[in-house]
């Protein structure tokens, strides 16, 4: 069963720094795009970052200039790093990726992570 491991939860000041990672677990033919998604409380889900498989990235414009979205192929991870946080970023954060579980197959998978939590105190 495929699955996504995400960690970095937690507490950080304002103007602080935090590393989100998010590693797949489980048999997979191949990774497509790899995404952090948030949810603010009472608000919806937002794409953050997004980043494909050749390395392309892009950003939400709230965060651009901020957060830097990696990812390690060989481990099969993705990595969120969040610079100069500010309380607005408060949120739990997804990661999500689309997959290939198999080399015959038409279209890719979908799937996310559980969330977690961060927390930027003012």
């Known amino acids: 069963q495929v699955q996504l491991v995400e960690s970095g939860e937690g507490l950080v000041q304002a103007g602080g720094s935090r590393v989100l990672s998010c590693a797949v677990s489980g048999s997979i033919f191949s990774i497509n795009e790899m995404d952090w998604y948030r949810q603010p409380p009472g608000k919806q889900r937002d794409l953050v970052a997004t980043i494909n498989r050749g390395g392309a990235t892009d950003y939400a414009d709230s965060v651009n200039g901020r957060f830097t979205i990696s990812r390690d192929n060989a481990k099969r991870t993705v990595y969120l790093r969040m610079n100069s946080l500010k309380p607005e970023d408060t949120a739990v954060y997804y990661c999500?990726?689309?997959?290939?579980?198999?080399?015959?197959?038409?279209?890719?998978?979908?799937?996310w992570g559980r969330g977690i939590q961060v927390t930027v105190s003012s």
């Open positions: 999500r990726i689309a997959y290939y579980q198999t080399h015959f197959q038409m279209g890719p998978d979908e799937l």
